[in-house]
């Protein structure tokens, strides 16, 4: 998942963006039928949403929505085999990923097995023992004495280590939903969309989605009346933090899920962490709300420790209990912040003092580096140089590295087509992680860069995604209230923050502050509202009594109501 920068880098400087062909007769037309602004419906049409029909159905998502799950592969052979082991008092292990989508796909499935009277056992990996189910990681399992393991965001091809499981006399169920080999696995259940013969209709999601999935499946096999509602939270956490596309399914999972994050009786675990992110019960929550603030904090103790404390802070009992986890997990967030910010700071210096031609892709590496946060420091590298880049850290001769990638550029085909230089790689097309003797990453740097020169030539990877959609001039496209732009989350990947250009709005007062930031309060017709530019401090001397910004909205949090925030990208 991309995460928020803390500061530490800005976004590459671009060209004037595009401004997106607007029709006002056609938003004015959409709006007066959906009972919105011309401006939400305006950016409506950009999306594709013409016919009133399909714009309520973007508008307001419902669960009933969901692609029919009967067609996914291993799904009913998973619940039958769960529904077993708790009838029979088997002891279930379940074992996830140590990033946000395995932890919370762990605590999701963990939890209904409770729930339904299971006996279980929950396990996180760790990031040292080596990705997925590694032959450390299988030692941690049968010390717990299952009978049966529930394999979480990891799995797909670890087919070594689930064969010794089976002769061991575990029965396997993996849950993943990353890239697939052709191998077949010796597991009793395999659930994972891209699996050869998995006719479900909705590849995009992520574990803790399929994980939902298992669990309405398991209390249908077991006739019981469980309520999943109280577990979307932990499927909007997962799939958000993961770079899913916010699209189909994945909308309607995660708007029923921020609706859950947001609540005031939301489990512990998640109290207590909007607590340490300055996010208030009953607040509207968005995308951004948990690749920014939430997620970061639950992969905090994955990247630089022990993802355990994550999932003990998810499946924590009481508030007490959660807020204790969640003050240890702060300190090692800050921890990772300073982290992160030196070798962002080293990485970039690299990219600028090799004067890198634009267009291709960056692979840059270090001893230095801490492996925990090298998938960050590649997301900072793909805004500031607009390049796919993988990031690695060196030890003892082998490279473990993360991969990030800028908007539309299928990014697991082009690491793929490097595969003879890597020990191994996984992930998808937004996201992904590599292992490589260190000997031979300058050949992948030559190899991936060619790879991305060639796919970005087709087209792949423009920057459609920084266009702007909207003029706003107080009068045909005035500024939409906060409750409309909560219309349009999920916002992330697969349906971008609209972006706005304020052409000519009146100054009444400009500032620094904090570390460097500029505030700005503006006045665009009858509306006044405040402007943030993160690391924009220095532009204060150049602000006049009039500015035309580009930037994207979102609610204000400490003016509260319907009022709305410009983050500044840019000066227009």
Not at 69 to 96: H, L, N, Q
Request: with cysteine.
């Amino acid at each position: 998942m991309t995460e928020p920068s803390d500061g530490a880098a800005a976004p590459v400087e671009e060209t004037t963006p595009q401004l997106r062909l607007c029709d006002p007769a056609a938003a004015v037309d959409l709006a007066e039928r959906l009972g919105v602004s011309a401006t939400i419906a305006q950016i409506l049409l950009h999306r594709g949403h013409v016919d009133e029909a399909r714009a309520r159905d973007f508008l307001d998502p419902k669960l009933a929505g969901l692609s029919a799950p009967d067609a996914m592969r291993g799904r009913s052979e998973a619940a039958d085999r769960i529904a077993s082991a708790i009838g029979r008092g088997e002891r279930i292990t379940v074992y996830g990923d140590y990033d946000v989508d395995g932890t919370t796909s762990t605590a999701l499935i963990a939890g209904v097995v409770e729930a339904l009277g299971g006996r279980v056992s929950a396990l996180a990996a760790s990031r040292f023992e080596g990705y997925g189910l590694s032959d450390a990681a299988l030692a941690r399992v049968k010390d717990t004495g299952p009978s049966l393991l529930v394999t979480c965001d990891c799995g797909s091809t670890d087919h070594p280590r689930i064969d010794d499981a089976r002769r061991a006399g575990i029965d396997t169920i993996v849950v993943d939903h990353h890239r697939v080999p052709d191998e077949p696995l010796p597991a009793v259940a395999f659930l994972n969309p891209h699996q050869p013969g998995c006719g479900f209709a909705y590849k995009g999601l992520s574990s803790a989605g399929l994980a939902f999935s298992v669990a309405a499946a398991l209390r249908k096999t077991m006739g019981r009346e469980l309520d999943l509602r109280p577990f979307l939270d932990l499927v909007a956490l997962g799939t958000v933090a993961d770079v899913m596309p916010l699209d189909g399914d994945n909308r309607r999972l995660v708007r029923a899920g921020l609706t859950r994050l947001a609540s005031a009786d939301a489990r512990p675990g998640v109290a207590a962490l909007r607590e340490r992110a300055g996010l208030r019960a009953s607040t509207s929550l968005g995308g951004n709300d948990i690749g920014f603030r939430l997620a970061p904090r639950l992969n905090a103790a994955g990247r630089l420790g022990d993802a355990t404390l994550t999932l003990s802070l998810l499946r924590a009992r009481t508030l007490d209990e959660a807020r204790s986890i969640a003050s240890r997990i702060e300190l090692i967030n800050d921890e990772r912040k300073e982290l992160q910010r030196r070798i962002t700071d080293e990485a970039a210096s690299m990219v600028r003092e090799r004067r890198v031609e634009p267009g291709g892709g960056l692979v840059l590496w270090s001893e230095r580096w801490h492996r925990g946060v090298v998938g960050i420091v590649a997301a900072r590298m793909v805004e500031l140089f607009d390049a796919p880049c993988i990031v690695l850290a060196v030890e003892d001769g082998i490279a473990h590295g993360s991969a990030r990638t800028i908007a539309g550029f299928p990014l697991f085909d082009a690491i793929a087509a490097c595969r003879s230089l890597l020990v191994r790689f996984g992930g998808h097309q937004a996201a992904a992680g590599v292992t490589i003797e260190a000997a031979r990453i300058a050949e992948l740097a030559e190899a991936f860069d060619l790879e991305c020169r060639r796919l970005r030539s087709s087209g792949l990877g423009a920057r459609a995604d920084r266009a702007i959609d909207v003029v706003i001039d107080g009068a045909r496209y005035a500024i939409p209230k906060a409750s409309e732009l909560a219309l349009l989350e999920p916002m992330g990947h697969g349906n971008r923050e609209p972006r706005f250009l304020l052409d000519g709005a009146r100054v009444e007062d400009a500032s620094s502050v904090g570390d460097g930031h500029l505030k700005l309060v503006l006045r665009v017709g009858d509306v006044r509202l405040g402007a943030f530019g993160w690391d924009m401090g220095a532009e204060l001397q150049h602000v006049g009594a009039r500015a035309s910004l580009v930037g994207t909205l979102r609610p204000d949090t400490f003016r509260g109501g319907e009022a709305v925030e410009l983050r500044i990208e840019r000066f227009a």
